[in-house]
């Protein structure tokens, strides 16, 4: 699924429709004229929001700390969230809807009075199947796939406590970016083989060598409560019991409460740990929390960007999640840190723990 797929719908004064295309991820929105989408929105921020990719195939919104807030659905959010088509996003009082161009795909017959056709000028070429696919299957037996492992450090000494294992690639066919890759690999309906993928490099070839630390590893929405999962997982503590695995639940899993502590009672039988992946983007998710507390909740990234110039309103919201966490017994962590006034404010607020640039970037598996 392209970017370019994806557009935002408002209406003129006058009644008219306009489309605003989602050429490029991420697409910003605000006042100053470095955005993709530029507004003169009286009260709106000179840097508003941003739409970017997620690994779900959803587009996910972070309101960037404006000054009068976005709405989806008329509700203010927080940080980030992930968007469904049809929503109603409001960058203060600048309204849209979220749209999907359709292309019709219509049948060819043919017929013994078939004429050669002239495609019409400006008109685009279709995309009913997927660039590079052999490529991909390639990639999908270990062909080109690589990884990287970024550092969570303490929040108070810096220390390393543990690594996140990312999936990469370096095949010269193929994007390296993560998230183009899912983004083909659901194109295809291969998602969670791309997920294994990543996991099977990521275990085989880059733990062995960070075997002393802690290992969070991702997973995809679609495979989180599968019985392949629970096997894959049974039989990768059996290989490597030396190994400590931290699994990260996507947001859009945490949705089923029966079904987590179902995963939760199997994760702590075979000695595997979890995570709350973007906590705070959306909803809360402060049932499931409380019902199947996890032992480490990573605060969504949006949530905490340029957190140190945020209202007083939203630091104490996040001060409070942050507590009700530690009250829980689980380890609360901050994504997505970049500067030293974020991972100040971090520290005030309680973070035991803290990932992102300021304190280490991806580390390529052939470096490490």
Known sequence: MES????????AADGSHLNYDIDDLPFRIGRGQENDLVLATPGLSRKHAMLYDDISAQLRLTDLNSTNGTFVNRKRIEGSCLLQENDIIHFFTAEFRLRRHHPDQTRFIPSNDSRTMLMPIGANLSELFVANEGEFLDLLNGQGISGAAQPIVDAHNGRIFAYELLGRANHPQLSGSPIRLFRMATALNREIDLSVAFRKFAITSMAPRLHKFPLFINTHPKETFSKPFFASLTALRRQTPEIQLVVEIHES???DLLRLRELSAFLRDIGVRFAYDDFGAGQARLNELGEAPAHFVKFDMGLLHDIHLASERKRQVI???????????????????ELEEEAQICRDMGFHLIQGHLTGRPIPADRL
Do not use: C, Q, R
Not at 4 to 11: A, D, G, N, P
């Open 4 to 11: 370019s797929h994806w557009f935002l719908e408002s209406i």
């Open 253 to 255: 899993a945490v949705t």
């Open 319 to 337: 001060s409070d999640l942050v507590k009700l966490v530690l009250n829980l017994g689980s380890v609360p962590l901050a994504e997505g840190i």
